[in-house]
């Protein structure tokens, strides 16, 4: 069975730095062709990628974010990170990590239930 | 960065009907085409990709057709679970982009 959670704050104020912890099982960042996504939702809106690392520590950023963040992963743990910097209100938004299944093609199959991360002072 | 554009917005469907739902693509993304359904207060779940190909789990009365830059997902006969926001994902060039959606309710 395969699950990701996603952990991180649930506030964090403008100007910091957010950090989130997607934690799976049921399969290995080690596998050839396997990658884990982070992808997020402002309220009411769309589906926006953000970021992803794949088997090989190959790692990819969303063009217009990609200033802003990081992502690494822990092969051990069945940890991936996502740290997101200088955060602002437009930020809000539910954060899911998600997994892609194979070479080839950055499409997700599992998600994890998401995280809400609201940015106030 | 491919934009991808869903139509309509809102479509209100009775149980039972035929509901056609469409997705189109600033470029070509050859059949690189994602589908999902995302309930309130849920995670998306994966319908479709490859344009055409069933995840996991999916009942076939949800089919993917199309490749290019049209694409359709078709749910034959609506039940009541599968009222929500749809939406499809390109896959073919980086970065991976979502539509804005189209929500299904009820008629």
């Known amino acids: 069975q395969i699950t990701l959670k996603e952990s991180g704050p649930t506030l964090v104020k403008p100007t910091e730095t957010l950090t989130l912890t997607c934690t799976f099982s049921?399969?290995?960042?080690?596998?050839?062709?396997?990658?884990v996504g982070w992808i997020r939702q402002p309220p009411g809106k769309a589906l926006e990628w953000l970021a992803l690392?794949?088997?090989?520590?190959?790692?990819r950023y969303s063009p217009s974010l990609n200033s802003r963040l990081t992502i690494t992963k822990d092969t051990s743990k069945n940890q991936v990170v996502l740290t997101m910097a200088n955060m602002d209100p437009v930020d809000t938004a539910t954060y899911y990590c998600?997994?892609?299944?194979?070479?080839?093609?950055?499409?997700?199959?599992?998600w994890g239930q998401g995280t809400m991360v609201t940015v106030s002072s | 960065e491919i934009v991808m554009t869903q139509s309509p917005a809102t479509l209100s469907v009775s149980p039972g009907e035929r509901a056609t739902l469409s997705c189109r693509a600033s470029?070509?993304?050859?059949?690189?085409l994602a589908w999902y359904q995302q309930k309130p207060g849920q995670a998306p779940r994966l319908l479709i990709y490859?344009?055409?190909t069933w995840a996991t789990g999916i009942p076939a009365r949800f089919s993917g057709s199309g490749s290019g830059t049209e694409f359709t997902l078709t749910i034959s006969s609506l039940q009541s679970e599968d009222f929500g926001v749809y939406y499809c994902?390109?896959?073919?060039?980086?970065?991976?982009?979502f539509g804005p959606g189209t929500t299904v309710d009820i008629k």
């Open positions: 998600a997994r892609r299944p194979r070479r080839g093609e950055d499409f997700f199959d599992y």
């Open positions: 049921g399969f290995s960042l080690s596998t050839t062709g396997v990658g």
């Open positions: 690392v794949y088997w090989d520590d190959e790692k």
């Open positions: 470029q070509s993304v050859n059949s690189k």
């Open positions: 490859g344009a055409s």
């Open positions: 994902q390109q896959y073919s060039t980086r970065p991976p982009t």
